[in-house]
Every structure is written in C-alpha cells, then in structure tokens.
C-alpha cells in the first residue's frame, strides 16, 4: 500500500477564516512534507517533518502552521490567508533513510476569495 | 541556474509513438533520480525510481540515468491517449530533499 490520503479534496475560504488541511499515511513512513503548487508550476516544498519534529521551513509565512501529532498525520494550519495563496497543497511522505521516493497524495485544492 | 532543468513543452505526439522526455541537473551530489506522472489537478504519480547511472525498464516505461553528462530520460514506448499528462523530474542526495524540474506537458493524440 503506498497510499498518501488528504483531506477534503476541495477548500474555499475567506481571508478571515481558519482552516486545516489534513494528510495521513499507514506506510510507516517518518518523513513528511508539505507541498504548495501553482497551475502548471511543479511542487514548491513548504515543510518537512522527520521523526515527528519539524526539519525544514522554506520561509513560509506564519499565516501557514504545521502541525505533526504522531508519526501518520500532517496537518496543515491556515489563517488570514491571501488570494494568492490559491494553489494544491500536496503532501508526502517517504521511509527515512537512503530510500529517497516520496510519495504524493492527490492534493487540496484551496481557493482563498 | 536552476538545479534541475526540464523543458516544459507542451509535446504533442501521435498515439504509438515513442516519447523521449530528458531533464539536466547541476549538482553532482545527486544519487536518486525519479519520474513523476501528474494528471490535471492531480498529486504526482511516482512513476520510475533509479538510483544512480543506468538503466531501468517497467512495461512501456523507461528510465536512464547518465551521471557523466548529469543527463536523465525518460522514454514511452507506443504511447496511449492515457499517457497524456505533465511529466516531472525530480533529483535527490542522500537523506535530501528532492529538487523538480519544470515538468513536461504531454499530449498523444488518438
């Protein structure tokens, strides 16, 4: 099973709202990223968590929260939100250690109005 | 210069052909090479993973690695209307982050 789920599929938002955004893999996996991609642009990387611990943050603004509650969830956290933070937001996963293949799970697609 | 070079397309190709899809990357470091398949408004699919120089094949799929030139590809034989999607390099060191190239729009025409 190399399935990486995200839920929901689909966000629409207001500037003032606050949202999550959450992903979960059963592979055993202890890296986890979180991915921003705009239309026909590739994967930018937003965060990685190794070992539940945050690792990497690409400068992403603070309005963007990660948030890793055990070895198979990611969460997302979003508030106030731009319009131009509209994109899919990919999360993977990947065995830790000299196996390098992420696996990417289908996405959020989020619309900030 | 961008780590990972891929010319974006779009290609187009009539149904059967064969498909060459070739990325360069600068940084010598670079011991896993992957291919990614990604449908419109889709996550990507891990499509072929290699480590190092050489060949890989998997049915319709293959992946080559030349670390000499720093030069990956990616080759579709009798291409399908299905194949049509955009197709992402990507690189990685050992225990880093993966690096994407600029991703491949791939249309086969029936």
């Known amino acids: 099973d190399t399935e990486v789920t995200q839920t929901p599929k689909h966000l629409v938002m207001g500037m003032t709202n606050k949202k999550s955004l959450k992903c979960e893999q059963h592979?055993?996996?202890?890296?986890m990223y979180w991915y921003k991609q705009k239309a026909k642009k590739p994967p930018e990387l937003m965060f990685v968590?190794?070992?539940?611990?945050?690792?990497i943050n690409e400068s992403v603004p603070s309005r963007f929260s990660p948030e890793c509650p055990n070895s198979s969830l990611l969460n997302l956290h979003l508030h106030a939100l731009q319009p131009e933070d509209s994109a899919l937001y990919l999360c993977?996963?990947?065995?830790?250690?000299?196996?390098?293949?992420?696996?990417f799970g289908p996405g959020t697609r989020l619309t900030v109005l | 210069q961008k780590e990972v070079e891929q010319d974006p397309g779009p290609l187009s190709v009539p149904e059967g052909a064969i498909v060459s899809l070739n990325c360069t990357y600068s940084?010598?470091?670079?011991?896993?090479f992957m291919w990614y398949r990604q449908y419109s408004r889709k996550g990507p699919e891990l499509l072929m993973y290699?480590?190092?120089?050489g060949n890989k094949e998997d049915g319709r799929f293959t992946a080559q690695v030349d670390k000499s030139s720093k030069y990956i590809s990616l080759f579709i034989r009798d291409s399908q209307p299905s194949d049509s999607a955009t197709y992402l390099c990507?690189?990685?060191?050992?225990?880093?982050?993966?690096?994407f190239g600029a991703g491949t729009r791939l249309t086969v025409k029936p």
């Open positions: 993977a996963s990947r065995l830790a250690g000299n196996t390098d293949t992420q696996y």
């Open positions: 592979m055993g996996h202890r890296a």
């Open positions: 968590y190794s070992y539940e611990k945050l690792s």
């Open positions: 940084n010598s470091a670079f011991q896993y």
């Open positions: 290699t480590y190092s120089s």
């Open positions: 990507a690189t990685s060191r050992v225990g880093g982050d993966m690096r």
